[in-house]
């Protein structure tokens, strides 16, 4: 499972390799869920979402996965580059509000 | 387009003192979320905003609020300071809903 604090997972990769996080999700009612990059020194940013009728979806370089049967969402990069080394968040939402939890996120280190 | 600015950057305050933060969202954007990230219990919601009114509300002590004015900037105050308070306090602003939302850097705030 995912670590406190600075102990996050840690996923090193090598340049050009494909990459894949995962995320195991809590709320089986959550219907809405995110991925964010969190770089060193910065807020996070919003990569991509999928909402709980679809299974995938495909982005620039990113798709994300979707398995509600075990409550589990991944995110792969293609091509992984030195640019995508940063701390990668799933986050999940469920019903109307929007109260999301997020996961404790996982470190991504690209090696050229 | 200029992006979500928060001041200050970085703060000190002492047990028992309140604290201000500011948050100016990207131009346009009307929803503006306010978060607490720490090492040991990572990414938490705080409140959302809409159009002056606090749309949605995480789980947090009524130590923590804020409020957002009509141009769409706002602000989050925490009274009666704790140590636990010691923070990044991130905001995100988006459009309309609060969904791909775009963050700012964040106020560190250490509480001595």
């Known amino acids: 499972g995912e670590s406190v604090g600075l102990h996050l997972p840690t996923l090193s990769v090598q340049e050009g390799d494909n990459s894949i996080i995962n995320c195991a999700y809590s709320n089986s009612a959550s219907d809405y869920f995110i991925w964010y990059k969190q770089e060193s020194g910065k807020g996070p940013q919003f990569i991509i979402d999928i909402r709980s009728n679809m299974d995938k979806r495909q982005g620039q370089r990113v798709t994300v996965l979707l398995n509600k049967t075990v409550k589990h969402l991944s995110l792969q990069i293609a091509a992984t580059q030195p640019g995508d080394s940063a701390v990668y968040f799933c986050a999940e939402v469920s019903g109307g509000s929007y109260i999301p939890t997020f996961g404790r996120g996982t470190s991504l280190i690209v090696h050229p | 387009k200029a992006g979500v600015t928060q001041t200050p950057r970085y703060l000190i305050k002492t047990r028992g003192q309140q604290v201000t933060l500011s948050c100016s969202p990207i131009s346009g954007h009307r929803s503006v979320s306010w978060y607490q990230q720490t090492p040991g219990q990572g990414l938490q919601f705080l409140f959302e905003?809409?159009?002056?009114?606090?749309?949605n509300k995480g789980n947090f002590p009524g130590r923590f609020s804020g409020r957002q004015f009509s141009n769409s900037r706002s602000e989050m105050n925490v009274s009666t300071l704790e140590l636990g308070d010691s923070a990044l306090y991130l905001c995100?602003?988006?459009?309309?809903?609060?969904?791909?939302?775009?963050f700012g850097p964040g106020t560190r705030l250490t509480v001595t």
């Open positions: 995100a602003s988006s459009f309309s809903s609060p969904y791909e939302q775009y």
């Open positions: 905003y809409f159009s002056e009114t606090q749309r």
